[in-house]
């Protein structure tokens, strides 16, 4: 299988291996902790897990992290759940964030960007005087360590300054893009009852504005704690009565003053797409995100003060507090609110160009677009930046590999990583050290004890299994909002293995280190005790031009048989005939097996999404083994909820 890729597609020159920070630490921490001076990557990783504790304290004195009270040791309880990390530590994550204001005042912190393409710099010391004054505000206002703060925001300039206001002064942060619609948004934030909201009036996307004042007025009625309501007229509106203005808040020239807070302290509450049920309310801590991202951003990503960090993102998505960490490196980061492909598909190579971005991430299904759209990134943009492109969302297949190996660079380094909102972190992906092999993550990430396991909880390698994690990550979750016996953190992760985090993906690690990624085990294929990933089946479809985007279901039957359809969206003038029909079949049976080809391949007017842009494949089983829409789906999870209906009647009419 996937070791049969003999070469690789990309190999780090030795200088830049000898440049990379994680090569520097490897040496230091040899020098002062007892890591493996020799061995590279996988003896730095091994040693990383095999001595978790002092990994983590050589992380907290490599990037220089300011304990206020120093911590009694570095890991106290180490059970999962409930591992405590770092007791007795007080600091702030703002105050790391802001940093670099210190050295480079005059910089840009910031190049935000809108669809007009011209970035606009918010340097680091104007940066910092707005939370300074914006986090005094909030004290004014009463807010207190541990109330909860929340966004209603695309990825503007103001809504960085919000989340790192609120965690100065130690409240909790929580945000939703505008595209969600009002039911969403309270999904999520009637959960944590927010004491603040910060609002726009709408926002601009492809080319038109979008209106969202009865929202807003929606939200206002439906969060009775609200105390306040601040108003960012994106779209030049006054401000609604009883609000506040963004701008008489921002407008004191004052320092921050940062809450010391116990390293277990609430940071910022992620939700999960919640396609099944109420969005789980996911709260990680001040600590945790802050040494998970300095060791993910600085070291994984080798980001630093030189480098420009862009990725594709919304206030919705976890990729946009991983973004905003990355002033923790001091880098600059690019905020791009708008549509990935405005007004052309290759908008978000043009945005890579104009703000010279050394690391730029997207997803996989944008990379996928761009190749059947016949993009040529290198022929039309100046890429000479761009060091990586980074890749997450869902699998970067073997095609997506290959097309920005030969359109972007035959010297770039492509990460694919993956991990998860639960942890608001990677746990395999990028690292600069290593060959890049096509369709596979480079490896494990430092800190993170990761295998495959089988239904028997043993260890594979070169075979399909579970995604476990066998001991702590410090960006855990402390525990799930509205949970407080901790039952639904506990069964959504260490039911299947006591005491062990399975994350619910089928991955391969691979003998030489590596991850394949196949997708999420929970809607497996299963057929004749033969396991296979849907992401798999995905690659070969989608790779025939005719087929713009695909979604595959192994249904159990009650009759004890399997039934496994393959919907497909068709590329526009395509026709699903006899020679397409054969034609899927034909790649699938090749290029996979003869037990992937579908029962039956159908035509459908779309592939209904999560708001974050996955393919939503457990909920649509459900409804095609005849559960009702309405206890199938969480409607307001859904990006196009008339879509399902599609896939109902279709139930309905097999039943």
């Not at 280190?513 to 497996?524: F, Q």
Request: glycine share 10%; hydrophobic share 40%.
């Amino acid at each position: 299988m996937s070791t049969a890729n003999p070469q690789p597609l990309w190999q780090p020159d030795p200088e830049r291996i000898a440049k990379a920070r994680i090569t520097r630490f490897q040496a230091w921490a040899a020098e002062h902790h007892g890591a493996p001076a020799e061995g590279g990557y996988p003896a730095l990783h091994r040693w990383s897990v095999d001595r978790l504790d002092t990994f983590w304290k050589a992380v907290t004195e490599w990037f220089d992290v300011r304990f206020s009270t120093p911590y009694a040791r570095v890991l106290g309880d180490r059970a999962m759940p409930g591992a405590q990390w770092f007791p007795g530590a007080t600091l702030n994550y703002a105050e790391h964030a802001l940093r670099a204001a210190a050295d480079r005042p005059g910089e840009p912190a910031l190049l935000c960007v809108d669809e007009t393409h011209e970035p606009r710099p918010v340097t680091w010391s104007e940066l910092r005087r707005q939370v300074g004054s914006l986090a005094a505000e909030l004290r004014a206002l009463g807010v207190r360590p541990g109330d909860r703060v929340s966004g209603y925001l695309p990825n503007i300039p103001q809504a960085v300054v919000a989340l790192l206001a609120t965690a100065a002064v130690g409240a909790v942060w929580t945000s939703c893009a505008p595209d969600f619609g009002a039911r969403s948004v309270l999904d999520r934030f009637q959960q944590v009852e927010p004491v603040v909201l910060f609002t726009v009036d709408g926002y601009r996307y492809g080319g038109k504005e979008h209106d969202r004042r009865e929202t807003v007025a929606e939200l206002r009625r439906e969060l009775p704690t609200l105390r306040a309501v601040v108003h960012i007229p994106l779209l030049g509106t006054d401000a609604p009565e009883g609000t506040l203005e963004w701008s008489a808040l921002t407008a004191r020239d004052t320092e921050p003053v940062y809450e010391q807070v116990p390293f277990d302290h609430p940071l910022w509450v992620l939700y999960s797409s919640g396609t099944t049920g109420l969005p789980k309310a996911i709260v990680q801590s001040q600590g945790g995100i802050l040494v998970e991202h300095l060791k993910q951003l600085g070291l994984h990503c080798d980001l630093g003060p030189e480098d420009r960090f862009f990725w594709y993102t919304s206030t919705g998505w976890m990729m946009w507090n991983f973004l905003v960490s990355g002033l923790l490196t001091g880098t600059t980061i690019v905020l791009y609110d708008g549509s990935p492909g405005h007004p052309d598909t290759g908008a978000q190579w043009r945005i890579a160009e104009r703000t010279g971005a050394t690391l730029y991430g997207t997803s996989a299904a944008y990379v996928m677009a761009c190749r059947k759209a016949g993009v040529h990134p290198a022929r039309d943009y100046d890429l000479s930046t761009v060091e990586c492109v980074a890749t997450t969302g869902s699998p970067l297949p073997p095609d997506g590999f290959r097309w920005l190996h030969d359109e972007v660079r035959d010297d770039l380094w492509i990460a694919s990583v993956s991990g998860g909102t639960d942890v608001c972190s990677c746990f395999a992906g990028a690292v600069p050290t290593l060959p890049v092999y096509t369709g596979e993550l480079q490896a494990p990430g430092l800190g993170t004890d990761l295998s495959s396991w089988d239904p028997g909880g043993r260890p594979l390698v070169d075979e399909v299994g579970e995604l476990v994690v066998t001991q702590p990550m410090p960006s855990m979750p402390i525990h799930f909002w509205n949970d407080p016996d901790g039952s639904r953190y506990h069964d959504s992760y260490f039911d299947t293995y006591p005491g062990v985090w399975r994350h619910g993906d089928w991955i391969t690690v691979t003998s030489r280190g590596s991850v394949i990624i196949h997708g999420r085990s929970d809607s497996t294929l299963n057929r004749q005790g033969v396991r296979m990933g849907s992401a798999d089946i995905y690659e070969v479809v989608e790779r025939l031009p005719e087929i713009r985007e695909s979604l595959v279901i192994g249904v159990e039957q009650p009759d004890g048989g399997y039934w496994m359809p393959l919907f497909v969206h068709l590329a526009p003038g395509a026709v699903l005939d006899e020679t397409l029909l054969d034609r899927v079949k034909r790649a699938i049976r090749e290029q996979l097996s003869p037990r992937h080809v579908p029962d039956e391949i159908i035509e459908v007017p779309g592939i209904p999404h999560t708001l974050t842009g996955k393919r939503i494949e457990v909920p649509v089983k459900r409804l095609l083994q005849g559960t009702p829409l309405d206890k199938a789906v969480n409607p307001g999870s859904i990006d196009n909820l008339a879509l399902l209906a599609f896939y109902e009647k279709l139930a309905r009419e097999r039943a």
